[in-house]
């Protein structure tokens, strides 16, 4: 699926090639974990980027909007405590904790549209 996507999606990772993209994955199957989570929640993740430092790849959920799996939670902890009734079962901070990965901002959020 990554593959599939990556190439459907070339405008969003010019420049970067997959199969050093596939060969870091193998050297890291730990980080398959986390592209998984998102996955499985509905997310359409994809490579936006290389980290000259780390010699990491990046990996964005560029779905168009929250995936239904991401649904109806609170921002973070504080929120999620400070609501009386309909309290959600987690936090978009707590999620994303606990799928090892990062909430986007805005601007990261345009180089998945661009």
């Known amino acids: 699926m990554l593959k599939g996507r ?3 999606n070339m405008n969003r990772h010019q420049g970067l090639e997959w199969a050093k ?4 994955l193998e050297a890291h199957t730990e980080k398959l974990w986390s592209l998984n989570e998102m996955e499985r929640t509905g997310g359409d993740r994809d490579v936006v980027g290389h980290d000259k430092k780390t010699g990491e790849y990046i990996f964005y959920d ?3 909007e929250s ?3 991401r649904r109806s939670v609170c921002y973070d902890r504080e929120a999620l405590e400070a609501r009386k009734e309909n309290k959600p079962a987690n936090s978009a901070i707590g999620m994303a904790a606990a799928m090892g990965i990062e909430l986007l901002t805005e601007d990261d959020i345009e180089d998945c549209r661009s």
Request: charge should be positive.
């Open 21 to 24: 993209v596939q060969g870091k």
């Open 6 to 8: 990556f190439e459907k």
């Open 62 to 64: 560029c779905s168009l």
């Open 67 to 69: 995936p239904k799996g």
